[in-house]
């Protein structure tokens, strides 16, 4: 009976259940750090089938595909980096409204990017990386080439039985993530309970005034600026859309910080709502990598913070410059050890900050980033699927 209504509740449920009772055991359990594998075991899972699923369903996609995706590619592409855009602007006007000053401390490790050209170099070297290298590392900018690329030699030399083939192992692949997908309130009962046993309350007095202005400026983007955006492109009510992808991508993915693990989340998402898997199955990839809200406003908040911490003279209209800086830089995040934070160097060398104070304001985002990223990709990959959704219903408004 226990497991017939376990089975019988709605997902979303489950997965609140698992979050409440994971907060209570990290609270007072603190100690019992096995629990914490769940999260981990769930996590890794995803993330070892997304390159699989993204691979074998765009390949089947564009070897199945008929003609007329074109313009809805086009428009979900614009909303991607529309809504980056103005998440940028967003970022810089909340942070000449509320200045923010950093503690600076010693500076991170890592590479950083000397300029946009390092990133788009990079990003052009990632798309033509060995395919199978591309899935063992994840790599998604090369699995969507390479898939792309073969899926239209498919198209036009294979046989349609060979065809019916690919597409049969992609449902196969694509059953085995809704079987990981049912594990889910496990996986976040046991993210929460390390986050809560882990993570202490120190980041919000000593950052607090930061973390609500990168906090802030991300949900406004969420909650009124990419509404807005669909409004416009749908011409209905975009709330009921909004909360739906909130509650069932943006929730799994602020606990498992990952786009990449919340790809397969998406997709199921997509297909329960009955979008054309032709479509979804490349754009959900596709807004994992060029999508980058969350990423535009970190980069923006940061270098901002950091120029007024170190005395620079900003005014709001060279600062508007930046916000397509952070636009660019931030769509080749994905293939950048460390993400959005250690573009913020980059962005911070227009204002001529040197590369060895800028690394500081990178230390600082890693201290946050329990809270900082957690927010970030649940922004990012939650408006992939909603701007995915809206593509397509955009498209199906002008056929009529």
Request: with cysteine; net charge neutral; aromatic share 8%.
């Amino acid at each position: 009976m226990v497991f017939r209504w376990w089975t019988g509740t709605s997902l979303v449920v489950r997965i609140l259940i698992g979050l409440a009772i994971g907060a209570v055991l990290g609270l007072v359990v603190p100690g019992w750090t096995a629990i914490g594998m769940l999260g981990q075991v769930f996590v890794s899972a995803l993330k070892a089938i997304a390159p699989v699923l993204v691979a074998v369903l765009v390949t089947a996609s564009i070897a199945k595909a008929r003609s007329g995706l074109g313009p809805r590619f086009r428009t979900v592409i614009t909303l991607y980096l529309l809504s980056t855009f103005i998440a940028a602007i967003d970022a810089v006007m909340g942070s000449f409204l509320f200045p923010v000053s950093l503690k600076l401390t010693d500076a991170a490790g890592g590479t950083v990017p000397s300029g946009l050209s390092d990133v788009f170099t990079n990003l052009l070297t990632n798309l033509v990386t060995n395919p199978l290298q591309s899935i063992a590392t994840a790599n998604y900018i090369g699995i969507l080439f390479w898939a792309i690329i073969i899926g239209l030699a498919l198209k036009l030399k294979a046989s349609p039985r060979t065809i019916d083939v690919v597409g049969d192992f992609a449902e196969v692949v694509s059953q085995v993530v809704r079987w990981v997908i049912q594990f889910a309130p496990f996986g976040i009962l046991g993210l929460v309970f390390s986050s809560v046993a882990e993570s202490g309350l120190y980041i919000f007095s000593d950052y607090g005034r930061l973390l609500l202005l990168l906090v802030g400026c991300m949900l406004i983007t969420a909650l009124i600026v990419n509404p807005l955006i669909a409004a416009f492109y749908i011409r209905r009510n975009p709330y009921p859309l909004l909360w739906r992808c909130l509650r069932e991508s943006g929730l799994n993915a602020f606990f498992t910080r990952s786009s990449a693990a919340n790809i397969p989340i998406n997709m199921n998402l997509c297909r329960r709502m009955g979008l054309d898997e032709d479509f979804y199955s490349v754009s959900i990839p596709l807004g994992a990598t060029i999508n980058m809200n969350g990423a535009a406003v970190t980069i923006t908040v940061l270098s901002l913070a950091v120029a007024h911490t170190v005395g620079v003279h900003v005014t709001f209209l060279s600062a508007l410059p930046l916000s397509l800086i952070a636009t660019l830089g931030a769509c080749g995040a994905s293939g950048v050890a460390g993400g959005s934070l250690l573009l913020v160097p980059m962005a911070c060398s227009f204002f001529g900050i040197s590369n060895d104070i800028a690394m500081q304001a990178v230390a600082v985002g890693f201290i946050i980033g329990v809270v900082q990223d957690s927010v970030e990709t649940a922004l990012n990959s939650s408006a992939d699927a909603f701007f995915t959704i809206t593509a397509e219903l955009h498209d199906e408004k002008n056929e009529k």
